[in-house]
C-alpha cells in the first residue's frame, strides 16, 4: 500500500481529540475506501466496529493493527457511555460499520446522540452508500428521493410503512432481505404494478446485478432462482397522466 501521507499531502490534518469519526468502509469492492478513511483508521486511538472479525479482517488488508471494541445494535446504550468518557478523556474514536456509512440501517446513531449530548465533537468521513450507489445508477429521479430503510418484518406495520411510504413523491429507496424480498415484489405487484422498479445486489463485487421492470418482470426473474444477498430496491414515482382536454379545445 502507497504512504497515505504522501497521496494525500506532506501535512495532513491531524485527528482532533475528543472526536467520533464516522468511517464508511467498503461495501463491496475493496478499493472503494478513501485514502482519508484509511488514514484515520491509521491515527485513531480506538476503533468501534459492528464487528470487530470483519473489520479486523480490513485492517489486515490496509496492513493495520488497532484496538478495537466490539459495538452493535446490542450493546449501543452502553457502549456509548465508554465511548463519551473516552472521548472526553481526549481520545480519537472511528466508528464503521460492517460495510458502508455507519448510521444508515447500521448501528451508530444512539453513539452520535449521546456525544453530541455532551457537547462533543462528530466528524464524518464520507465514502461509499448503497442506497447511494444503486440511486445514482438506477435511471430513475434523483431530484427528490426517501430513504425508506428496511420494512417492519411484523406484517400489520409492514403493510402499514409500505402503503404510506407509496404516497410519498419522487423516487423511494429501501433495503430487504432475500428472505422477503419476493414478498415485497408481490406486494408492490398488487399495489403499484405499473411502477418501475430497480433491484441491485452485490453492489461493487464481481457478481454485480441490477434488474430493471416492473414487478411481474422481475418476478419472473426469480421464478427458478433463489434471490441470495441484500437488496436495494428503488420504486420509480407516479407517472402523472395528461389531463383530458376541455371540449371544443383544438389540437
Do not use: W
Not at 20 to 33: F, Q
Not at 34 to 42: F, K, Y
Not at 43 to 70: F, M, N, P, W, Y
Not at 130 to 156: M, N, Q, R, W, Y
Request: neutral net charge; hydrophobic residues 40%.
Amino acid at each position: 500500500m502507497a504512504d497515505i501521507d504522501c497521496l494525500t499531502g506532506n501535512n495532513p490534518a491531524p485527528l482532533v481529540s475528543g472526536t467520533l469519526y464516522l468511517v464508511a468502509t467498503p461495501i463491496g469492492n475493496m478499493e472503494d475506501i478513501t485514502l482519508r478513511a484509511i488514514r484515520t483508521l491509521r491515527d485513531c486511538d480506538l476503533i468501534a466496529a459492528e464487528d470487530t472479525r470483519r473489520t479486523g479482517l480490513l485492517l489486515k488488508r490496509l496492513g493495520l493493527v488497532k484496538q478495537q471494541v466490539s459495538t452493535h445494535k446490542f450493546n449501543e446504550a452502553k457502549r456509548s457511555s465508554e465511548i463519551v468518557s473516552r472521548l472526553k478523556q481526549g481520545g480519537t474514536i472511528a466508528l464503521v460499520s460492517d460495510a458502508g456509512t455507519p448510521g444508515i440501517s447500521d448501528p451508530g446513531l444512539r453513539i452520535v446522540e449521546a456525544v453530541l449530548d455532551a457537547d462533543l465533537r462528530v466528524e464524518s468521513v464520507p465514502g461509499a452508500c448503497a442506497l447511494i450507489a444503486a440511486l445514482t445508477i438506477s435511471g430513475l429521479s434523483t431530484d427528490e428521493f426517501h430513504f425508506c430503510g428496511f420494512l417492519p418484518v411484523k406484517s400489520g406495520k409492514r403493510s402499514s410503512k409500505l402503503t404510506d411510504m407509496l404516497e410519498l413523491p419522487g423516487t423511494l429507496v429501501l433495503y430487504e432481505s432475500p428472505y422477503r424480498i419476493l414478498k415485497l415484489l408481490k406486494e408492490l405487484l398488487e399495489l403499484v404494478p405499473n411502477r418501475q422498479l430497480v433491484l441491485a445486489r452485490e453492489l461493487t463485487k464481481k457478481f454485480e446485478q441490477i434488474h430493471r421492470g416492473t414487478a411481474e418482470e422481475i418476478l419472473g426473474l426469480y421464478s427458478n432462482k433463489k434471490p441470495k444477498g441484500e437488496f436495494v430496491v428503488l420504486i420509480g414515482s407516479v407517472v402523472a397522466l395528461p389531463a383530458d382536454k376541455p371540449s371544443g379545445d383544438v389540437d
